[in-house]
Nanobody
Framework: QVQLVESGGGLVQAGASLRLSCAAS????????MGWFRQAPGKEREFVGS????????YYPDSVKGRFTISRDNAKNTVYLQMNNLKPEDTAVYYC?????????????????WGQGTQVTVSS
């Protein structure tokens, strides 16, 4: 089992930055991919990026490319989602997830473990 705990959410104004953290514990492995997803009320879950533990290779959808950056700290078993120039449409609950398939990327069905989520609210 892998436990994931997100933190760092909050209320910010449009144009601000926020960094989310996802701390992993339990049976973690460097062969995992870590993904970030978000879900706004009444909307489907949306992929916002992923990173592989071993290589640090990242992947982003066009909707956030250039504004969001994912990084990891192997020593702390923590993955980060740096979000810049936030917009009201970025408001959502943000989740991190772990997949044993390093090429999982946006395919949420391939993620085995999920955190509880952290709320991000961007005011205009």
């Amino acid at each position: 089992q892998v436990q994931l705990v997100e933190s760092g959410g909050g209320l910010v104004q449009a144009g601000a930055s926020l960094r989310l953290s996802c701390a992993a514990s339990g049976r973690t492995s460097r062969n995992y991919a870590m993904g970030w997803f978000r879900q706004a009320p009444g909307k489907e879950r949306e992929f916002v990026g992923s990173i592989t533990w071993s290589s640090g290779s990242t992947y982003y959808p066009d909707s956030v490319k250039g504004r969001f950056t994912i990084s990891r700290d192997n020593a702390k078993n923590t993955v980060y989602l740096q979000m810049n120039n936030l917009k009201p449409e970025d408001t959502a609950v943000y989740y991190c997830a772990a997949s044993r398939i390093t090429t999982a990327r946006s395919m949420d069905v391939l993620y085995d473990y999920w955190g509880q989520g952290t709320q991000v609210t961007v005011s205009s």
